[in-house]
């Protein structure tokens, strides 16, 4: 795992040498960079330079605030305080960001921004018309994104005449990141999480195509959860944390676990001294409790290999990076219909998206709160209005829900709304109930509140499953699976929970293939053999449920 | 080899697209056999202009909805659209033809504002296209409250034009189709259109205006059902305000039945100049098989359910 050792990328120039990117104006500075939605503080402060000719790597856990700083970067929002300068001419904050001074700076985006109904070289044009001649620009386009993704990916695949629906996901990535290189000048080309759905090759030839990038005076910033590869392909790496970059140090030297470290290991005590409140005391699972739901490599959808057991009365975690198969899980236990899902008993789902899947807006707090339950309250089919008032009074006072039970629900704050949803779901019988991350963008006395329903919940034999992008979260359950890639990397039980070692399990890169410029020296290993960084992380994986 | 034969035959997805309109081209045949072994004459030139004639303005029409289509959008009010403009054609056009020409100008910029409005107020295109459908309306019954009047002579001539060599519909019906696709499919404004409807977030982060797009859009559906009305004038030789009052849904019929989606994205003006004319037939056959008029709506109903689902089919085992 140590990649001091390894070689950089072919065209790699040794930091330090031949390089002086000081000299040179810089091709973005972000000074002070502030930027908030609603109540989340996505940035708050940050500063970062990108040198031309340089690869910067930048890395952070979920909601670190990468992807808000990189919408700022790319010139898609402005931000609230602080100025972002690209090529030397200042943006100032509050002002949208105009679109001639970010030409130069192109995003490639994880989920693509191509139009699915339009050709590659139709998407092309659209993206990059300033260089195209206005007639025959289809050819031009076509000629131009053939000549780029030969370049950078040889062996493609792709016909620019390709609709993109019609692509796989690898092609349209590659044809994503070709649209993004596409532009004269290219001073800045920002790549996230470009390798996700590519193979080790397409991997390797993105970042041999960095490297010439870079080598014409152009930047690179690099976004990645996979941080040998970071390391291995950028010159310095950016560490992001709560919204601001906490350290910005030469990738020369540096090691995974050191970036691991920098990453998530201080916030963990952070959280233990009364940031968030300290976890209520569990009861240590027993072998003996019975199994409420069962997954038994669960395979397809985003699964690859999955097996996991809920019990009575646990409070069970999904954790890892965002993406990873967390959701896909639930989504089985809300709906086994598959063969290696075996769920007894009711369940009840808490989306996590309350404005799109959760709240009837012009219903009352009572009435939303009630809508799971009433078909248990009703006696006949027909409702029983005294009982479902008396029930809505119970949650209102026990999760202190501010406007009281006849309020209209769209007049609640974001908090009180997602109270109501959480008690939607416990004033049903369900004997389980899934959260999938609820809790995002909520106020730290809600989920306090929140926090204690779902222990005294769980302990009147109540299991809930709950999926969090928030790591300190998962310190409340019982035990923790921990994703990566549609696969548990671990299981952590009770004490095992903690911040540090989530985030040391997450990035592992075990079974990932090796990286770009590593993959010439490092072994492949044996894929049935787990390597992952922290110790007493291999706990029960996959791996021992998939024969039965 | 078997390079050379793959990159000869059409890939699956593109199959899988043209089916739709396969499956009309396929009716359509049927159909015309079908009205050639009830009535021979179905199959000579004057004849076959007859069939076809009825399906010429509502394919105008029909493309005018599958632009808007094209985009995610749906227009409700296409067919009160198209009855006022029989009605200017057979009021105002006549009277003072500046005027006349200048009001339907006024009507594709109205058709623009709409689109704007849409655009910027957010309202959905369903409620203001049906909302605008009524102000249609209102004004085609103040300018006309009963149907009447007369077209234009050179309309009118245009409509009587029959020549003996080739059945006259199928010029304007084959020059629209080349037009819209011309317009939508190798143009740079039909690039942003159709991007508008597929990936939105994409054409405002390539740093073109959704609102521009949606306005053109709405500015070619406009002038599609100007002409759309001028054919019908030229083909009733009057005015009347309700007369394409079933076009709303026979537009969206035909772009259905030409391939085209509610989803937005694609532009499908070949199959729109299918699905027009497999519609338009239906109503031939069915006078033709003696099917009471009051049957006909139920039973092209029911041809266009059977279509859809013999296509949901064909999608389904081409996935």
């Not at chain 1, 590659?174 to 996700?196: F, G, K, V, W």
């Not at chain 1, 969090?468 to 979260?473: D, K, L, T, V, Y």
């Not at chain 1, 994703?483 to 985030?503: T, Y």
């Not at chain 2, 819209?180 to 690039?191: K, Q």
Request: with cysteine; net charge neutral.
């Amino acid at each position: 795992m140590d990649v001091d050792k390894l070689p950089a990328g072919p065209h790699a120039v040794p930091p330090g040498e031949g390089r002086s990117p000081s000299t040179a104006v810089p091709v973005i500075v972000a000074t002070n960079v502030s930027k908030t939605y609603g109540r989340t503080h996505a940035l708050a402060g940050t500063n970062l330079t990108v040198h031309a000719g340089e690869v910067l790597g930048l890395v952070g856990h979920n909601g670190a605030g990468k992807s808000t700083l990189m919408r700022v970067l790319a010139g898609l929002e402005g931000c609230d305080e602080g100025a972002v300068t690209v090529l030397g001419r200042e943006v100032p904050a509050g002002t949208r960001p105009r679109e001639q001074d970010f030409r130069g700076v192109r995003m490639a985006y994880q989920e693509t921004s191509l139009c699915p109904d339009l050709t590659v070289a139709e998407n092309i044009w659209l993206s990059s018309r300033r260089g195209l001649p206005r007639l025959r620009w289809r050819r031009a386009a076509a000629e131009a994104v053939r000549l780029r993704l030969d370049e950078i990916f040889p062996g493609h695949g792709i016909s620019p005449r390709d609709r993109v629906e019609d692509l796989s996901i690898a092609q349209r990535q590659m044809a994503e990141i070709a649209r993004a290189s596409l532009a004269s000048p290219l001073n800045l080309l920002i790549l996230d999480e470009p390798t996700e759905s590519l193979g080790p090759d397409a991997a390797q030839s993105l970042y041999a195509y960095v490297r010439t990038v870079t080598a014409r005076g152009g930047s690179v910033l690099l976004i990645s959860h996979r941080i040998r590869e970071v390391l291995s392909v950028a010159d310095r790496v950016a560490v992001m944390r709560d919204g601001s970059v906490v350290e910005d140090l030469p990738a020369h030297g540096l090691g995974e676990d050191d970036v691991l470290l920098l990453m998530g290991a201080e916030t963990a005590v952070r959280g233990a001294t009364g940031a968030n409140p300290p976890a209520a005391p569990r009861n240590a699972p027993r072998a003996d409790t019975p199994v409420v739901a069962e997954l038994r490599g669960a395979t397809g959808a985003g699964l690859n290999g999955v097996g996991l057991r809920i019990g009575k009365g646990e409070v069970v975690g999904l954790a890892g990076l965002a993406g990873q198969g967390q959701q896909q899980v639930l989504e089985r236990l809300w709906r086994p219909v598959r063969r290696d899902t075996v769920v007894h008993g009711t369940r009840a789902y808490v989306p996590g998206d309350r404005q799109r899947s959760g709240v009837l807006p012009l219903w009352t707090v009572a009435e939303n709160l009630t809508i799971s339950a009433m078909r248990t309250i009703a006696r006949h089919g027909i409702r029983r209005p005294v009982h479902e008032t008396a029930v809505a009074g119970d949650w209102v006072r026990r999760l202190s829900i501010r406007g009281g039970a006849d309020a209209a629900m769209a007049d609640l704050s974001g908090g009180n709304q997602q109270k109501v949803i959480v008690a939607r779901a416990f004033a049903s019988a369900a004997d389980m109930v899934l959260l999938d991350d609820p809790f995002r963008g909520v106020d730290i006395h809600t989920k306090t509140d929140l926090y204690g329903l779902i222990r005294a919940e769980a302990a009147q034999g109540r299991s809930v499953v709950w999926y969090s992008s928030e790591n300190a979260e998962m310190a409340h359950c019982d035990r923790v699976y921990v994703f990566r890639a549609g696969k548990v990397v671990a299981e952590l039980v009770g004490p095992e929970i903690s911040e540090e070692r989530i985030i040391a399990v997450s990035f592992a890169e075990g079974d990932q293939p090796p990286p770009a410029a590593a993959l010439a020296s490092v072994p492949t290993e044996p894929t049935s053999t787990r390597s992952v960084a922290a110790p007493a992380a291999a706990g029960n994986s996959a791996g021992e449920h998939r024969h039965d | 080899m078997t390079d050379a034969l793959t990159s000869a035959l059409p890939t699956r997805a593109g199959v899988r697209r043209s089916a739709p309109a396969a499956v009309s081209t396929i009716a359509l045949a049927a159909m015309v056999v079908l009205c050639a072994s009830l009535q021979p004459d179905v199959l000579t030139v004057p004849g076959f202009s007859l069939v076809l004639s009825v399906a010429v303005p509502l394919i105008f029409a029909a493309q005018a909805q599958m632009i808007l289509m094209s985009i995610g959008d749906i227009d409700l009010g296409i067919g009160s659209f198209v009855g006022l403009v029989t009605v200017i054609a057979a009021t105002e056009l006549v009277s003072s033809p500046l005027l006349g020409t200048l009001i339907l100008f006024a009507l594709i910029a109205g058709y623009a504002v709409l689109g704007a409005l849409i655009h910027l107020r957010r309202v959905p295109a369903l409620i203001a296209t049906l909302g605008a459908s009524f102000v249609w309306l209102g004004l085609g019954l103040f300018v006309l409250p009963t149907p009447g009047g007369t077209t234009p002579e050179w309309l009118a001539s245009f409509g009587a034009w029959q020549p003996t060599s080739f059945p006259a519909p199928l010029l304007p019906i084959l020059a629209v189709a080349l037009l819209v696709y011309l317009m939508s499919a190798r143009s740079t404004l039909g690039v942003r259109i159709r991007a508008l409807g597929s990936n939105p977030t994409a054409l405002e982060r390539a740093g073109l205006s959704p609102l521009s797009s949606r306005v053109a859009a709405y500015t070619a559906a406009g002038a599609l059902g100007v002409l759309s009305g001028l054919l019908l004038s030229s083909q009733t030789g009057g005015g009347d305000v309700s007369s394409a009052s079933s076009y709303t849904l026979i537009t969206v019929a035909a772009v259905i039945l030409g391939g085209g989606s509610f989803r937005g994205g694609s532009a499908v003006p070949w199959g729109v100049a299918i699905g027009g004319m497999a519609l338009g037939l239906v109503s031939v056959t069915l006078s033709l098989l003696d099917v009471a008029t009051n049957l006909q709506s139920a039973v092209q109903g029911g041809i266009v359910l059977a279509v859809l689902a013999g296509r949901a089919l064909i999608g389904r085992v081409l996935r």
